[in-house]
């Protein structure tokens, strides 16, 4: 089976531009979690849904930043306007349990993104 | 906001040495995870411990968690080059997703 498939894998920017990161969970799995790895800051949850419904948006920086979850295969993390400080890598990963915090997670490989 | 403080931050010994790994925090977990990271890939789930004081072993290594929920520690036994890389604990609890620690970054030299 597939794993999480996050695309793209590595994006290269310039600040100002709107930056969209794609995530396809694992079929079946009923929760998904975006994170953001920094060297300075390690994994941070941005959002997660469940149902396709957002529960927790907590983590997400500001307004430049908004993910959506439209159908049960695919969400979207989208940046705009890009600065550099948001340059890092970006995490999908998805999970199978009735509360949507306790299961295993499943991390896709990632998406390196790169504002200059 | 539920901080899992893990140490040390890096870890750098020879093959066939013994290492700990702890993860602590203010904060009771219903649940533990520790997942490890390799570079270039998302972290992959280790083990889970759910009882406080529960001790679980995957082949040469060792989970506990504390009586209390709110610490856990990862014990390698004679590491071996193929144990390197990102640890991370993530504790479950409350409404909240997975949080993760700060993670600890260990090299085995061979």
């Known amino acids: 089976d597939a794993g999480v498939i996050q695309s793209p894998r590595h994006e290269v920017t310039e600040m100002g531009q709107e930056v969209t990161l794609r995530c396809k969970p694992i079929s079946g799995h009923n929760s998904l979690f975006w994170y953001r790895q920094t060297m300075m800051r390690g994994l941070e949850l941005l959002i997660y849904?469940?149902?396709?419904?957002?529960?927790?948006d907590s983590g997400m920086p500001e307004d430049r930043f908004s993910a959506k979850m439209p159908n049960a295969s695919f969400s979207t993390l989208k940046i705009q306007p890009s600065e550099p400080r948001d340059s890092a890598v970006y995490f999908c990963?998805?999970?199978?349990?009735?509360?949507?915090?306790?299961?295993?997670?499943?991390f896709g490989e990632g998406s390196r993104l790169t504002v200059l | 906001t539920q901080l899992l403080e893990q140490s040390p931050q890096f870890l750098s010994i020879q093959e066939g040495e013994n290492l700990t790994v702890y993860c602590n925090s203010s904060?009771?977990?219903?649940?533990l995870q520790w997942y490890r990271q390799e570079p270039g890939e998302g972290p992959v789930l280790l083990v889970t411990v759910v009882t406080g004081g529960e001790v679980k072993k995957l082949k040469r290594l060792t989970f506990q968690f504390g009586d209390a929920r709110k610490d856990s520690s990862l014990h390698i036994t004679a590491a071996q080059p193929g144990d390197t890389g990102l640890y991370l604990c993530a504790g479950v609890g409350g409404r909240r997703a997975l949080t993760f620690g700060s993670g600890t970054r260990l090299q085995v030299q061979p």
């Open positions: 990963a998805s999970s199978f349990k009735a509360e949507a915090n306790t299961g295993e997670l499943f």
């Open positions: 849904f469940n149902n396709n419904v957002p529960i927790d």
């Open positions: 904060s009771v977990f219903s649940s």
